[in-house]
């Protein structure tokens, strides 16, 4: 049997980014990875993240918002992270590799629309984005283990 590549998601909030790609990538990848998400801090899911991935039909209302501590006993072969913030603070881990992939920050974008629609649009976009990434993803990690 075959180990699987385990690999994270990591923003700062564990609440919208990190939470679509761990869905996205549940969905997406092969049975041979294994995916998590988690944040520096926990600030739960948010909804408009839950709502426009139930849009693309990835329902991600079950999945944890959850810190590093969390995982702590966890090897991950591949540390993702989805912000700068993330990834200038994100520990040294003592295996896997960090991969920097950054994505706009839907709610920061968010507050300076005047619409619902508007504000949804943004959130749209980058699960679009994520989702592209994501389909991409193993090719990425084959040509890093190479």
């Known amino acids: 049997m075959m180990d699987k590549t385990r690999i994270l998601f990591l923003c700062t909030g564990n609440s919208c980014r990190s939470q679509m790609a761990e869905g996205w990538a549940r969905n997406l990848l092969p049975s041979s990875y294994e995916t998590f998400s988690a944040g520096l801090e926990a600030h739960g899911l948010n909804p408009s993240a ?7 039909g990835i329902d991600i209302s079950q999945q944890l918002s959850q810190t590093l501590e ?13 912000c700068d913030h993330a990834h200038k ?13 950054r994505f706009d920050d839907p709610p920061r974008l968010a507050k300076s629309v005047k619409t619902e629609e508007e504000s949804l649009a943004i959130y749209r976009r980058v699960r679009d984005e994520i989702r592209v990434w994501v389909n991409q993803l193993p090719d990425q990690i ?3 283990s190479d």
């Open 50 to 56: 839950v709502r426009v991935m139930q849009e693309a």
């Open 70 to 82: 969390d995982l702590n006993q966890k090897h991950f072969d591949f540390i993702i992270t989805v």
């Open 89 to 101: 603070t994100c520990p040294t881990p003592k295996e896997g590799q960090i991969i920097l992939k």
């Open 142 to 144: 084959q040509q890093l």
